[in-house]
């Protein structure tokens, strides 16, 4: 069992930046990516960036590349969303998710077996 746990998340003006985290505990040793998700109000979940704990490759949506940076670091078993120049349509609840099986579709959220309880993000005009 794989417990994932986010923080990071608050309210920013348009243009602003946050810190995403979400810290992995129980059984990591498995885990083969780790992926970003939100989920805005009346819409379906979305996926944001995605990272292999193996070699570090990642993916993201073409709505946030050049803004956000996934990254990890193994030794802490977490993850972390960098999201620069913040925009409106960003506002959205972010999910940390994992999987022990390598998927086609790593923004796909439901290859994705373990999931965090979501931090909000808010993004003020």
């Known amino acids: 069992l794989v417990r994932l746990v986010e923080s990071g998340g608050g309210s920013v003006q348009a243009g602003g930046s946050l810190r995403l985290s979400c810290v992995a505990s129980?059984?990591?040793?498995?885990?083969?990516?780790m992926g970003w998700f939100r989920q805005a109000p009346g819409k379906e979940r979305e996926g944001v960036a995605a990272?292999?704990?193996?070699?570090?490759?990642?993916y993201y949506a073409d709505s946030v590349k050049g803004r956000f940076t996934i990254s990890r670091d193994n030794a802490k078993k977490e993850v972390y969303l960098e999201m620069n120049n913040l925009k409106y349509e960003d506002a959205a609840v972010y999910y940390c998710?994992?999987?022990?099986?390598?998927?086609?579709?790593?923004?796909?959220?439901?290859?994705?077996?373990?999931w965090g309880q979501g931090t909000p993000v808010t993004v003020s005009s």
């Open positions: 990272i292999y704990t193996g070699d570090f490759t990642t």
């Open positions: 998710a994992a999987d022990t099986v390598y998927p086609i579709s790593p923004l796909t959220p439901h290859v994705y077996t373990y």
């Open positions: 129980g059984n990591t040793y498995p885990i083969v990516i």
